[in-house]
């Protein structure tokens, strides 16, 4: 099976970078891919670059709002899963989120993001509420996705709960700047998970220079063993396709030999 990271840049017409969002998954779907996937705040500018003002929800929206739309009607056209990331806005409360959307154009949930970090240039505990959706996967028609959205990623607890609960493939969408962390640090964290998991990963990473962030795009694909299987460059745009086979998760040591000798009656409580 073909999936497709699309690995763009975004400036302040929002609508712009929606429109190539969708010029661009009709292109990953006429290759072939039948799961795609964005970057981190695919279709608005990194905000999170300031601290949050009284105009901080100016880009967010509802989760039925126009992008999530106008991506379940393309998936129902294409047959396709997308997995998105926008600036949701929930009530009074506001979220990284990521909305999943089967083939048909089913709303099959959102993820959000439950670890929200602040530091130079990421400035997002004044933006977001951290995600209560839990950690939950998706049963799609093309495979079982599970999402870990950007600082995420960081935590082994939660990328283990995605595989516990049947997690083939995890999209991680990045917003990942270069120098923000030791170089090479991205792809270890990725493939040492598809490792000790037996899932494949992809992180999609948005690229372009906003302010004062160079986005490095560099997205890539890791199979359960650990190995990276497709690599976008950096620097610029890219659709980077990759071709998964399920056959090979059940195969990987995680899944033949790691699950069957965990023990965390003896450590859970630490966890």
């Not at 009530?91 to 909305?99: A, H």
């Not at 595989?163 to 170089?183: K, L, S, T």
């Not at 998991?197 to 948005?206: D, E, I, P, Q, S």
């Not at 795009?217 to 690599?231: D, E, L, T, Y």
């Amino acid at each position: 099976m073909r999936i497709a990271c699309i690995q763009q840049s975004a400036g302040k017409d929002t609508r712009r970078n929606l429109e190539k969002g969708l010029r661009n998954a009709r292109i990953a779907a006429q290759k072939g891919a039948r799961i795609i996937a964005f970057a981190e705040l695919a279709f608005t500018p990194f905000y999170p670059q300031t601290p949050a003002t009284s105009s901080a929800t100016d880009w967010a929206e509802p989760l039925d709002g126009p992008t999530v739309w106008a991506f379940r009607e393309l998936a129902r056209e294409l047959g396709v899963v997308f997995v998105l990331n926008f600036f949701e806005r929930d009530g009074d409360k506001t979220y990284d989120t990521s909305p999943v959307i089967d083939a048909d154009g089913t709303l099959l949930g959102s993820t959000r993001m439950i670890h929200i970090t602040d530091y130079e240039g990421f400035h997002e505990k004044g933006y977001y509420t951290p995600g209560d959706h839990g950690v939950p996967v998706y049963h799609t028609a093309h495979g079982v996705i599970g999402v870990a959205i950007c600082y995420d990623r960081h935590y082994p607890e939660y990328m283990r709960a995605l595989a516990i609960q049947g997690a083939e493939i995890v999209f991680v969408p990045q917003a990942g700047a270069v120098g923000e962390w030791p170089e090479g640090l991205y792809e270890a964290e990725m493939r040492v998970a598809a490792f000790q998991n037996g899932y494949f990963t992809a992180l999609v990473n948005r690229v372009g220079r906003e302010a004062k962030l160079t986005f490095a795009g560099a997205s890539f694909v890791c199979n359960p063993m650990g190995k990276v299987i497709a690599r976008a460059p950096e620097g610029r745009e890219e659709i980077l396709w990759a071709d998964i086979s399920p056959e090979m998760i059940r195969e990987s040591p995680a899944r033949r030999l790691f699950f069957r000798d965990r023990r965390p009656e003896l450590y859970a409580q630490w966890l």
